[in-house]
């Protein structure tokens, strides 16, 4: 398994116009997340997947962002009419999400950077 | 609400050590997480504590105390390549990590 690959890396986008990430999760993981980090911050969540059931999206989710995960395996993040404060790293991780790994530790693929002009 | 709070930034010589504190106040607690952070990467997992105490892994140690809402990470035999960024995270129910801002750590020679 490679990990949580995201795709694309980086995307620049003028103001108002669509775009979307994917994110392909390790592939025994049930458990999906998207983040959004920005510079010299933490991660902030934004929404989780359990299999293909979308369980909470936080707050910072405006209508302009949806996302989903149809089949239960890979999710797509969409963010529709692009401000200049959507400019952000976003971040997808998966976990296992079962009670035999306690822990249940997300592992993190190495991001979508946005820019918006 | 949750508010997790780290230092901005620590600097260390190679070869010390280095601890990182956090202090967390969350609505609810079900483990405690470190992450490393290296610029323009994807963050990687370091330690988990759920249970008061010392959890050691290599250079690498964190402890835990719940009563005091209270972890530190301690970097020992610093190398140049732990210069990084360490996030605390806290997991106040079964699935969501909540992150502090992260504490840049520069290691010089």
């Known amino acids: 398994d490679t990990g949580v690959s995201q795709d694309p890396r980086h995307k620049i986008t003028k103001r108002g116009q669509n775009v979307t990430f994917r994110c392909d999760p390790i592939s025994e993981h049930n458990r999906l997340y998207w983040y959004r980090q920005t510079l010299g911050q933490g991660p902030e969540f934004l929404t989780y997947f359990q299999n293909e059931a979308q369980l909470e999206k936080s707050r910072l989710l405006s209508d302009r962002f949806s996302a989903e995960r149809p089949k239960g395996s890979f999710s797509t993040l969409e963010i529709q009419r692009t401000e200049q404060g959507d400019s952000a790293m976003y971040l997808c991780a998966s976990s296992r999400g079962d009670r035999i790994s306690g822990a249940n530790v997300l592992t993190f693929g190495a991001g979508s950077r946005l820019t918006v002009l | 609400g949750q508010n997790i709070d780290q230092p901005t930034e620590m600097t260390a010589t190679e070869g010390a050590i280095v601890q990182i504190n956090c202090t967390y106040q969350?609505?609810?607690?079900?483990?405690l997480f470190w992450y490393q952070q290296h610029a323009g990467e994807a963050p990687t997992f370091l330690s988990y504590?759920?249970?008061?105490g010392l959890e050691e892994k290599g250079r690498f140690s964190s402890f835990l105390s719940r009563s005091k809402g209270y972890s530190y990470l301690l970097l020992k035999e610093l190398q140049m390549k732990d210069s990084a960024s360490y996030l605390c995270a806290v997991r106040a129910n079964d699935y969501k990590l909540s992150f502090g801002a992260g504490t840049t750590v520069t290691v010089r020679a």
């Open positions: 969350t609505s609810g607690f079900n483990g």
């Open positions: 504590n759920v249970l008061d």
